[in-house]
């Protein structure tokens, strides 16, 4: 797929290249909603908006090859506002309580035991350390697409990331996920 071709038909009005663009990221594009919205009705409502603004605001785009990344902080843009609006949006230190209660889902035993202990030691970071590792290791996006999304610098990413790292491994029991040359190994990674 050669999404500056896509995108340049779709600043043409192509709304068949747009569609294209968008289908081939959709699994990401709902995560990404979902993990913000807290269920799959207004995930989906928030996809739709997103979809309308892209349209209308595509002309914007000036790097075609940041589509993706320009097009996710939209989307996350689009839930801010909306869980503003709707006085539904929880600062990320008490997200952990609302989703272990099922405050932001019908179904509260739909969390794992692993997944509740993540959500356990994601609560000893701070928020902003908290959003910048979801987004990398839970949404697999890249740095600049966080740094694009969140209107941080890179530096400050690259940072609160290795700050919320650190953390996590003096919570886990440390050195026991370095490797000889004291680098994190794949499954502290994962984290």
Known sequence: MN?????????????????QLIMADQDAYYRLAYSYMGNEHDAMDVMEDM????????????????FYSWSKTILVNRCKTLLHKEKRYLPMEE???????????????????????????????NPKQREVIELRYVHDL????????????????????????????????GDRYENDRGEITRAQAEL
Request: proline fraction near 3%.
């Open 142 to 173: 890249p740095y600049q697409t966080i740094a694009d999304i969140t209107g941080v610098p890179l530096g400050t990413i690259k940072s609160r990331l290795s700050q919320g790292i650190q953390k996590l491994r003096v919570l886990i029991g």
């Open 95 to 125: 997200v952990d309580e609302a989703l272990l209660t099922g405050l932001t889902d019908d179904n509260p035993f739909r969390y794992t035991e692993s997944a509740m202990d993540m959500l356990e030691l994601l609560s000893h970071l």
């Open 3 to 19: 999404i500056s071709r896509l995108v340049n038909q779709a600043k043409k009005g192509n709304k068949e290249a747009l569609l």
């Open 51 to 66: 979809i309308v603004s892209i349209y209308e605001k595509i002309d914007q785009l000036h790097n075609t090859e940041a």
